[in-house]
C-alpha cells in the first residue's frame, strides 16, 4: 500500500503539472500584458506626440473647456476624466464601454477617440484586468492569480531538499532534456519567488480590491469616510469648482474629476497630495455643485494602517512607486511565468517521450 505523504506527493504533482499547462497559460498571458502596461503611458506619448506638446492652461482656461466638454453629447458617456498636467496637457476620460476620449485642455474640442477594439493598449489592459469579459471575467482573473499563487508554493513545497541542498538542487543542468528543463524549471520559480509572489499578490488583490480594502480596514478598526449627498445643481461652474479644490489643498495636485453620481449631485475630485505612491493620488476633496464649496474630503496621508496598506498595493503593482529600477525590476518579472510555463512544458513532454524503461 502506497504511504500517505506519498500519494500527497504525487496528487500535488499532478494538481501543480495540470494547473501549470491550464490556468498557468492564461496567468502567462495576463502577466506578459502587464509587462508591456507598466510602460502604458510613455508607449502613449510616443504614439501621440500631438497631445503632449500642447500647452498648459490655467485652471480657468481648463475649467472653461471642461463645460464645453460636458455640455456636448459626448458628456453622457463620461466616467470620470483626468485633469490636464505638464505629460499630458489635454482632458483625458474614459467612457462606459471603455473608449477614451482626449479634448483640447483650452477649448474643450475633441482631439483623440480611442476605441477599445481599436486599439492595442486599450486591449490589452482590458484583458489584464479583466480577460476582456467584464466584471465576470475580472472575477475569474483573480482565481486564476491564486492558482498562480498555489503553483508558486506547491513547486516549492515540491521541490525543496532540504535547508543544507536547495543551492545544489537550484543548479542548471545541460542534459539529460528531463534535467535541463525542470533544473531552469526549478531556478526561476525559487530564484525569482519573492518577486513573483508580490506581483502576483499584488494583482490578486486588484482583482478584489473592494473587499480586500474593507478586510484591512476591518482589521485595524478603521472607517472609511463617506460623502455627503448634495442635491443636484442646474448649473456648475466649473472654473469655481477647479479653482476651489486647489484652494483647499494648494500643495496638492488636482488629477481626476467624478462627476456627480445618481442620486447625488456631490461633486469628487482627486487628487495627489505630497509622498503619495499613486499617481493619481488617494486623496478625495468633495463640492456642493451649487456653490462650489468644499463640503469634506479623505486626505490619504493621514489615514490608518488598514487603508494605507490598501493604497499602496496598486502602486506597488503597477510600477508606480520605485522609479525605472522597479519598473524594469516588475517588467521582467511579468514575463516569468511564460519562461515557468514554457520550461514546465518542455520538462513535462521530455518525461513522457522518455523510454518507460527509463521513468
Known amino acids: 500500500m502506497t504511504p500517505r505523504p506519498r500519494r500527497f506527493r504525487t496528487a500535488l504533482k499532478t494538481l501543480h503539472l495540470w494547473l501549470g499547462l491550464s490556468l498557468g497559460l492564461v496567468l502567462a498571458l495576463v502577466a506578459l500584458s502587464g509587462s508591456v502596461l507598466i510602460f502604458d503611458e510613455p ?6 506626440p500631438e497631445l503632449t506638446a500642447r500647452p498648459l492652461p490655467d485652471l480657468a482656461a481648463q475649467g472653461r473647456a471642461l463645460a464645453h466638454v460636458l455640455a456636448s453629447p459626448l458628456a453622457n458617456d463620461l466616467r470620470g476624466l483626468s485633469l490636464p498636467d505638464a505629460d499630458l496637457p489635454v482632458w483625458a476620460a474614459g467612457a462606459k464601454g471603455g473608449d477614451r476620449y482626449y479634448f483640447d485642455a483650452s477649448s474643450g474640442d475633441l482631439l483623440l477617440h480611442r476605441a477599445k477594439s481599436d486599439d492595442v493598449l486599450l486591449t490589452l489592459m482590458d484583458w489584464h484586468t ?7 471575467g475580472e472575477t475569474a482573473l483573480g482565481v486564476v492569480a491564486f492558482a498562480g499563487l498555489f503553483m508558486l508554493f506547491s513547486g516549492v513545497w515540491l521541490y525543496w531538499p532540504g535547508r543544507q541542498r536547495a543551492l545544489k538542487h537550484l ?3 545541460a542534459n539529460p532534456p528531463v534535467l535541463r528543463w525542470a533544473s531552469l524549471h526549478r531556478f526561476i520559480g525559487v530564484a525569482a ?5 508580490v506581483m502576483i499578490g499584488t494583482g490578486t488583490t486588484m482583482a478584489y480590491r473592494g473587499a480586500v480594502r474593507t478586510g484591512l480596514m476591518a482589521m ?20 469655481s469648482i477647479l479653482t476651489h479644490a486647489q484652494a483647499a489643498a494648494p500643495d496638492a495636485q488636482l488629477t481626476r474629476l467624478m462627476l456627480p453620481a445618481r442620486g447625488s449631485g ?21 463640492l456642493d455643485p451649487a456653490t462650489a464649496r468644499v463640503v469634506g474630503g479623505d486626505d490619504a496621508t493621514r489615514l490608518g494602517t488598514g487603508a494605507r496598506l490598501a493604497n499602496a498595493l496598486f502602486p506597488i503593482h503597477s510600477g508606480a512607486v520605485g522609479g525605472m ?10 514575463v516569468l511565468p511564460m519562461g515557468l510555463l514554457v520550461t ?9 517521450r522518455r523510454p518507460a524503461a527509463r521513468r
Open 43 to 48: 508607449l502613449f506619448a510616443a504614439a501621440h
Open 130 to 136: 479583466h480577460l476582456l469579459a467584464g466584471d465576470a
Open 171 to 173: 543548479k542548471p543542468h
Open 193 to 197: 519567488l519573492p518577486l513573483l509572489i
Open 220 to 239: 485595524f478598526g478603521e472607517k472609511g469616510a463617506r460623502p455627503p449627498k448634495l442635491p443636484m445643481a442646474a448649473a456648475i461652474d466649473w472654473p
Open 266 to 286: 456631490t461633486i469628487a475630485v482627486r487628487l495627489r497630495r505630497p509622498g503619495e505612491w499613486n499617481p493619481a493620488g488617494r486623496s478625495t476633496l468633495w
Open 325 to 334: 529600477t522597479w519598473r524594469v525590476v516588475a517588467c521582467v518579472t511579468g
Open 344 to 352: 514546465g512544458f518542455l520538462f513535462w513532454r521530455a518525461r513522457k
